[in-house]
Every structure is written in C-alpha cells, then in structure tokens.
C-alpha cells in the first residue's frame, strides 16, 4: 500500500520558490484602449516570464502603434513599446457659403453637421460620422443657391425668305446665363435649330435651358417666323409646257414655257415672280404652227423648223413604188410616236421636170421641191429616206423602208429628245 511521504509539502515549496527565484519576469503589460492575450511555456501563472508571447489588439476606434507581437526578453524587458491611439479622420473642408459643427473633434465616432448661409440650401449628406476605416460616412456637401439661374433669349423678328428661295439663315448670339447663388452653371443646352441655320417658312420654336449646381433650372423661349412672299400661282398654257425653279410661284422664282411638237410660242418664253409680288412678261400662249410653202428658197423653208420640228423626208421617184406606200402605210399607223417626238413628214414625189412636194395637205411648188432635193443631196431616182434633226443636221440616210420603232429608238438617243422626254413624262404624255 502506497504512502506519502511526510516531507511533501516543503518538497513542493522549495521548488516553487527556486522558480520564482531563478526565473528572468518582465513588468506586467497594460495597454490602454487595447486587449493582450499571452502564451508562458510554464502555464497561465507565468504569463509574463521569460520566453511568454503576447497578442497586442486594440478596441475599435483605435489603431496600433508598434509591434503587435511582444515577447519577454533575457533582460525582463519586453520586445518593443505599444499603444493605441485613437483614430482620426482626414480634417474636413469648409463649403462655400456654409460651414459645420463637429462633436468630439474629427476621431472615431465624432459626428459633424453641415449648414449654409441664408440664402443656400445644402446639398449632399448633412451629417457624416467618422468611421473606423478612417473616413467619413458620406461625400461632403455643398451650399448652392435656392433661387433658379436667369437666361434671357434675343428678339427674333420675321424674316422673309431669300429671293428663289423657301428658307433665310438667321443669326443671334447664344444668351448666357447668370446665376444668383455661386455663379457655377452647367452649359446651355438649346432645344431648335442653332443660330446661322437655313430656317424653312414656317414658325419655329427656339428655347435655351441652364442649371446651376442645385440642378434649378432656368429657361427662356423665343420664336423665329419665316415668311415666304409669293405671286399667284401660274399652269402651263393650252399645248405647252411649264417648268418653275424653287416652289414655283416665291418670289425670284422662275417658270420657262415651251410648246408640244406643232405648236409655236406667243408670248414671254420666261417669266420671274418680282418683289412686287407680279410677274414679269405677259402670258404665253401656244398656237398650231403654220408651215409656208410660198418662200422662195429651200433654206427658207428649212429655218421655220429650227429647234422646232424633226424632219422625215421620204423621196420617191414614182407615187406607185411600193417601198413609198408601204412606208407611208407605217407612218400613218404610228402617227401618235411621230407627234410624241416633233417629226414632220415631207413626201417628195416624181422626177424632174414633175417634180411634187408635200407637207400634210400642202403642196409646194415645184421649183422648191427641186431646191429641197438639191440642197439637202437627194437623190431622184430611187427610194430614200432622210432624217434631220431639230438644228438642220443630216443624221440618217435610209435607202429602204426604215421600220417605224427603229426611227424612235434613234430620235430618243439625241439630247434634245432626252430633256423632251422629262417634260413629256411630267405633263403625262404617252402613246398607247
């Protein structure tokens, strides 16, 4: 049976006291405003002996000043000095026109409150506290004005439009606008077509608009009228054509008239709408062309379809060739095509000293029919076609019956066949 020995306790006391004795201690930690948490190697007791470590920690709102891990060092003295400080926030700005109060300061936790002069109203957070990760709780606010910026726009009479023309560049200096707080505002922002723009006739709406850093907004309007002066309205004479530059009847504008193939102009050819709101020339009119076959010379002839009529002249030495009548028969048939392109038919008939020429149902005499022959190098003794154009140019030469859709189909190549053919398609002009 076990028994203990009776010199147990002083056994025991004697070792404690070599502990104490021989074992280096550092000086107790405290560290204001933080935690400490130690590890001795002989147990909690000895937790500031020599080899003890220690976790330093500091509360919220406070932040560490040395080393966070201290250690007890062979000369009791521990490894380096502590403290923690309260934390700060960077010092605040002042607003314009404005200012703040703070309680405890600008550390942790303290709570500043903005406010404005009379006459601005804050914006932004009104109180910011300082945090623990050393900034503040809102963005810093501002002091901006209550009442809205001024803009005032120009006067922007009427303005007529520009001679041929349907519009008028207007021109005016951009306002600017003022503020009644700060003076801070953001650029004008227009709303309608900006000033030196082509205004078109009508009303147009122009407004500016401004804001100042409290985002009040200050506006103005003004209106830009364009008139347009005008003749009354002119149409196309009877037979005939019109062609107008701009909207056709404003003032400047000019309308030009010109006839269907067998009709000759009376009248001005062009007129201009004038500032007095009349037309300049007189009415034209188009009148069916009268063709005179009593001049003595060919050339006579010839000048009274200049830029007027195309001319088919089908010779043949006798009425009886069968190239003649049957050529006939397809013009007659295509007489619609022919009146579409302005193309006078001349027969020239027989061989000399019976020589006949006809337009339509005139006859002309025989010594011009023989004048025609020569001047234009006709032949008299075969069947011949010969197309000249609108200036008395030679452009074809057929030697036998020309088919009637060919004929139109070389007319239409020419430049002046091509313009015919715009004014044809706006009047409507076709053939079935």
Known sequence: KYMPSRNFPSNWENKTSNIINNTPWCSPIKV??????????????????LGTRCDIRCRKGYELHGSSLLTCQPNRRWSDKVLCKQKRCPTLSMPTNGGFKCIDGAYFN??????????????????????????????????????????QCPSVKERIAEPNKLTVRVFWETPEGRDTADGILTDVILKGLPPGSDFPEGNHRIQYTVYDRAENKGTCKFHVKVRVQRCNKLHAPENGYIKC??????????????????????????????????????????????????????????????????????????????????????????????????????????????????????????????????????????????????HGMDKERYMSIVMPVSLFNLIDTFPLRKEEMVLQAEMGQACN
């Not at 900034?135 to 910026?149: D, F, I, L, N």
């Not at 060739?321 to 022919?338: E, P, V």
Request: net charge positive.
């Open 32 to 49: 204001k405003y933080g935690d400490v948490s130690c590890r001795a190697p002989y147990g909690g007791y000895y937790k500031n002996v």
């Open 245 to 390: 530059s701009s909207d056709g009847n404003n003032y400047g504008a000019t309308c030009q008239f010109s006839c269907i193939g067998g009709y000759e102009l009376q009248g001005s050819p062009a007129r201009v709408c004038q500032s007095n709101l009349d037309w300049s020339g007189t009415d034209p009119t188009c009148k069916a062309m009268k063709i005179n076959v009593g001049v003595r010379t060919a050339a006579a002839l010839l000048d009274q379809f200049y830029e007027k009529r195309r001319l088919l002249i089908v010779s043949t030495p006798t009425a009886r060739n069968l190239l003649y009548r049957t050529q006939l028969s397809m013009l007659q048939q295509s007489q619609c095509g022919l009146d579409l392109r302005h193309i006078t038919v001349i027969e020239l008939v027989g061989t000399y000293p019976t020589l006949i020429g006809r337009i339509g149902m005139r006859i002309m005499p025989p010594g011009l029919t023989l004048q025609l022959r020569l001047l234009l190098r006709i032949p008299l003794n075969t069947f011949s076609i010969l197309l000249v154009d609108k």
């Open 110 to 151: 303290s709570r500043c409150e903005y406010y404005c002069t009379p006459g601005y109203m804050l914006k932004g957070e009104r109180t910011v506290v300082c945090m623990d990760n050393k900034s503040w709780s809102g963005r810093p606010a501002t002091c901006v004005g209550k009442k809205p910026p001024r803009i």
